[in-house]
């Protein structure tokens, strides 16, 4: 009988189109977002992508040509693509969404374009998220780019938080940076002196004012702050030597030096003056947080673009391989398909492809969230504000009420009669959208990365030696090594995995993560051809092995579940990316089904992309419902001690030779299915010790079996997938030089 | 002195794609042509651009852009086009593609510019490609002129220099890399321009966002031309042939490469 799990076989027509993936990623009603990308994407495909092909990257220092690129970057409207309308932009409300769509397509190309059109909003986000009204009017209106008939010329900002070794890394609490007071007049405002040495910083080469994280070093300051620099400030502005980098060398980076005297109003946010000290308003961490929540997503995303860039011109490679050879006649398969004759180079393409899918749609998810994140926040704050609840702590506190009532809906049975009235409250609302967040940017930002850097590797081996030159088409070898930047900058994946171990077992998020596993199943009873039941085995899976791990002490009687236990929480975390990557794969496809339907850019067609793009779903569940697998298996028997021959154990579970012939006697045929056998003179079997027992652990090896059962199709859909791949019709060539 | 430019410029799919003409149920089509990413047709975005360069230079003129395509793809190619200078879209929506019958073509474009409220015929210019980049007919423009009772023609046009009392000097492209000089008297007439003198302006999305104001309700009104063929027939469809004969030489001094050059340039 035949199942959806060996359909009728996949012939998606071309690579998906824009109007396909602005249905994926919702925004096909968005104008503005389809304007931005068309705008980044031209800058990315003529300008930078020249500047790639004639060996612009081969320099450390800033060069006129890269500066020329920024100046592309104002007249397309990617730098203002962050202000609103009023301060020189053109998108109103968040924009979180908008940055991801203009990195995603300047990375396409190059990730050090992206990373240097970013690098500005970096700067200015402290002072966006945190600053006071007048540093947020003052330092957007110099950024914003020339109006026509304007001759001025837009500020550069830095981001200034890394510091020389032995400071500041992933460790972003020990700054060396510090503030005193240089002088404090009668009734006026303290002057502040600055010293700040920046290391590994964008930007810097022609920055115009830095955002720097600094610690008080005198009595009358309280704790740490971040400070607005400017060029012109009385002292030491030095943009310092060019980092020697071998990634992303369009973006400017480099060790700058500080010593400056500033007015106390540069610090990001304001401050009060109490007990005869100056407090501020935020602290450096306070002010890192807001704006590395949004910041990192887009970072996710510029790995994810990559991933997907990889394909056309793989693809083209693969076929033309062999062309103009003797033997390759055109009409001949190995003139027409060229490697993808063969099974492994299609199936590796596959891999490659359905992880840029999943990586895509986790970041795209996680940057809608945050547009959605960004009123209810402000709405929250504004709560907050009314009732007198000020400060990090007090908040949370006052939240407390909200989760329980955020965890009671998301457990609430249909038609319950509250369920109206909790999801109208907006604090509920907050905590809700927060949970995901504070699981989702972490996510994106470590797996899209850290994975697709591993999977970039992947897609350059399939172009040969070619892959590793700088003619490959696609610049597929500087992509790679690209990619470990992502991975490193804005937090390393120490950094993401530590944020994940605490977010990731929320009361509020675990619920949450509960109703997506439910949903999951029914997803897989309407669509099992995206693996969905695969994905929500091995959700189940992750959940069991936390909560078990939460209780569970190793062979020592050390608890498992613990902040110090990285070898326990990070491969947990690591886990849930995967899953949730394949989560939101799976949802941006149902989605592409649902509208593409009734869209008629791609009605004729979306059947055959969905199918595809299903397989894709299919080949990645596997993949991760794998990773879960082994890394949950890990962690449940791996921190039990294996018996061992002598000790005390063996003793129970093992059988004597004498014991077990007297059995066999009463018992036929136990002898031959003993394993641990101890021979009359103390000899055992030729190995580790007798085999270790699974007591508590019987659920996890159902699940694990279920698991694997769960794989079937995936395969078949693999195949699928690759005959898909042999046949989709690409360009006669890439659209932007090599 | 200003102007009424209205400029006609149907989408082709973009150059780089895979085309293969295929049998379609009416007539020879591109194969997957509806998902293949469409570019405004290239001769007529260089009349497009000269037109809004022209038009910023006269004080209270309009330019108007005529197009006639499918409408889902007509609104894709608006997110580029539209950021790149200002105009009111006149949408003409239809299953036109190459292979369209270009006098049912011209008389839809002509219906569609006749019913454009405050056009005033005696400032008009039309301009368009002198032919397009799908087919190629080169034929359309001057149709459409025709049925709009416009006779004064220019084809191949690099230029127009327009004077203060209304009158312009054209320069058409002629055989052997020359230009024949023109002067015209005045509007109307009709420009089918080659490729002009000005680049193709950058993105600037916030010229896009004003132009959206009027694009997406032009989209939304936009007429549906059903295209007669008239009986007009195609034998055959194929794509212009490459030619690339290499020959590998090691060693060859300058000289004689110049020389083989000279003979071969001698034989054409
Ligand atoms: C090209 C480039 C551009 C950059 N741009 C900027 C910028 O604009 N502004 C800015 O402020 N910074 C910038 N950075 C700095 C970047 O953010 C840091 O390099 C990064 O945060 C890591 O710090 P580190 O290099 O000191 O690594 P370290 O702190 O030395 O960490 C090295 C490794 O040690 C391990 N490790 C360290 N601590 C822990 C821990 N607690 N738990 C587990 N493992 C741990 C991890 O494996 C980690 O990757 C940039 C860096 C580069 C390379």
Redesign the interface.
């Known amino acids: 009988m035949p199942t959806s799990a060996t359909a009728s076989s996949s012939k998606m027509l071309t690579l998906p189109t824009d109007q396909i993936r602005q249905l994926q990623w919702r925004f096909a009603e968005r104008y503005d977002l389809q304007m931005l990308a068309q705008s980044a994407r031209a800058v990315a495909r003529s300008t930078v992508a020249q500047m790639v092909a004639s060996g612009e990257r081969n320099s450390h220092e800033w060069t006129p040509a890269k500066n020329e690129m920024l100046e592309a970057f104002d007249r397309a409207g990617i730098t203002a693509a962050f202000m609103e309308p009023e301060e020189g932009g053109f998108i109103s409300g968040p924009k979180n969404l908008a940055l991801a769509l203009a990195a995603f397509e300047l990375a396409w190309v190059d990730g050090g374009a992206a990373t240097a059109s970013l690098a500005g909003f970096l700067a200015l986000a402290p002072i966006h998220e945190r600053g006071t009204p007048e540093q947020s009017r003052r330092y957007k209106a110099l950024s914003a780019p020339a109006q026509p008939g304007e001759t001025r010329k837009p500020w550069r900002g830095a981001f200034v938080l890394t510091e020389p070794i032995p400071y500041v890394g992933v460790d972003t609490g020990m700054l060396s940076g510090k503030v005193r007071i240089a002088g404090w007049p009668d009734g006026e405002e303290p002057w502040l002196q600055v010293e700040k040495r920046g290391r590994f910083i964008t930007n810097i080469a022609f920055a115009n004012f830095v955002t720097a994280a600094v610690t008080s070093d005198d009595p009358r300051i309280k704790g740490s702050c971040v400070m607005i620099l400017e060029e012109t400030d009385e002292g030491t502005f030095d943009h310092g030597t060019p980092t020697k980098k071998l990634v992303h060398q369009l973006s400017s980076t480099g060790d700058p030096i500080f010593n400056l005297k500033v007015p106390a109003s540069r610090i990001v946010g304001g401050y009060t003056i109490e007990d005869g000290a100056l407090v501020p308003k935020f602290s450096h961490g306070e002010v890192i947080e807001a704006v590395f929540r949004r910041t990192r997503v887009t970072v996710g995303l510029m790995t994810a673009a990559k991933l997907l860039s990889a394909v056309e011109p793989v693809i083209r490679y693969q076929r033309s391989r062999f062309r103009g050879a003797e033997g390759a006649k055109p009409g001949t398969v190995r003139y027409e398909q060229g490697i993808q004759q063969r099974e492994d180079a299609l199936h590796r393409l596959v891999d490659v492809w359905a992880t840029g899918e999943a990586a895509a749609s986790l970041g795209f998810a996680t940057a809608r969230l945050f547009d959605e994140l960004d009123p209810i926040e402000r709405q929250k704050t504004a709560i907050m504000a009314q009732r007198g609840i000020a400060g990090g702590r007090a908040e949370l506190k006052a939240l407390r009420d909200s989760e329980q009532r955020a965890v009671e809906l998301l457990t609430m049975r249909e038609g319950d009669p509250r369920k109206e009235e909790i999801v109208a409250d907006p604090l509920v609302q907050f905590v809700l959208k927060d949970a995901e967040a504070n699981v989702l940017c972490p996510a994106t930002k470590l797996w899209n990365t850290g994975n697709g850097a591993n999977m970039m590797r992947e897609a350059v081996s399939l172009m040969g030696g070619y892959g590793i030159t700088e003619d490959c088409p696609g610049f597929l070898a500087s992509k790679w090594i690209d990619a470990q930047l992502e991975a490193t900058y804005e937090g390393p994946e120490a950094v993401q995995r530590r944020q994940l171990t605490v977010t990731m077992t929320s009361d509020v998020f675990l619920a949450q993560f509960r109703v997506w596993t439910a949903e999951m199943r029914r997803v897989a009873a309407t669509h099992p051809g995206t693996g969905a039941c695969t994905l929500a085995t091995g959700m189940r899976m992750w959940l069991w092995t936390l909560e078990h791990l939460q209780n569970a002490s190793d062979a020592l009687g050390s608890k498992l579940y613990h902040g110090q236990r990285q070898g326990v929480t990070f491969p947990l975390a690591d886990a849930l990316c995967w899953l949730l990557a394949s989560r939101c794969q799976i949802l941006d496809v149902l989605e592409l089904e649902q509208r593409g339907a009734y869209d008629p850019s791609v009605a004729d067609t979306v059947v055959d992309t969905v199918q595809f793009l299903s397989d894709l779903c299919h080949v990645h569940t596997a993949r991760a419902a794998g990773e879960v697998s082994r890394i949950c298996a890990e962690l449940v028997f791996g921190y039990n001690e294996h018996p061992s021959w002598s000790n005390q154990a063996c003793t129970s579970c093992c059988f004597s030779a004498v014991e077990l012939d007297e059995l066999e006697e009463t018992m036929p045929g136990i002898a031959a299915m003993a394993v641990d056998v101890i021979e009359p003179n103390g000899s055992h079997p030729q190995k580790a010790g007798p085999c270790a027992g699974c007591a508590g652990a019987s659920d996890f090896l159902q699940l694990q079996n279920k698991l694997c059962s769960c794989l079937s199709g995936s395969r078949l859909a693999k195949d699928r997938a690759a005959e898909a791949v042999s046949k989709v019709m690409i360009p006669e060539a890439l659209d932007y030089p090599a | 002195m200003s102007l009424h430019i209205v400029v006609c410029a149907g989408i082709v799919p ?1 150059p ?3 085309l293969e003409p295929i049998a379609g149920p009416n007539g020879p089509a591109l ?2 042509e ?4 469409a570019v405004l047709d290239p001769w007529a975005a260089s009349a497009l651009y000269e037109a809004a360069t022209l038009v910023s230079k006269f004080p209270g003129s309009r330019l108007w852009l005529v197009s006639l395509g ?4 007509l ?2 190619v608006m ?2 086009i ?2 790149k200078v200002t105009f009111e879209l006149v949408a003409v929506d239809s299953a036109s593609n190459g292979f369209a019958d270009a006098s049912a073509t011209a008389s839809a474009l002509a219906s569609g510019i006749a019913a454009i409220p405050d056009l005033d015929r005696t400032k008009l210019l039309l301009f368009g490609g002198w032919e397009s980049a799908s087919r190629g007919a080169g034929v359309t423009l001057q149709t459409v002129g025709e049925l709009l009772g416009i006779t004064d023609q220019f084809a191949g046009v690099d230029q127009i220099d327009m004077r203060e009392d209304g009158s312009f000097e054209v320069l058409e492209r002629v055989e052997g890399g020359k230009h024949q000089a023109s002067v015209c008297a005045g509007a109307p007439a009709v420009l089918g321009w080659a490729t002009g003198n000005l680049p193709e302006p ?5 010229i ?2 004003a132009n ?1 104001r009027t694009v ?1 309700p032009a989209l939304q009104r936009a007429k549906q031309a059903a295209l007669t063929n008239d009986g007009q027939q195609y034998l055959s469809a194929s794509l212009p042939s490459q030619q690339r004969q290499t020959r590998v030489v090691r060693d060859l001094a300058p000289d004689a490469i110049a020389q083989e050059l000279v003979e071969w340039i001698r034989t054409q």
Do not use: E, R, V
Request: proline share 10%; hydrophobic share 35%.
């Open positions: 973009d780089l794609q895979t194969k997957n509806m998902m293949l990413p499918p409408k889902a793809k609104q894709q997110m580029t539209a950021q950058h993105n600037n999305p916030q896009g966002m959206m997406m």
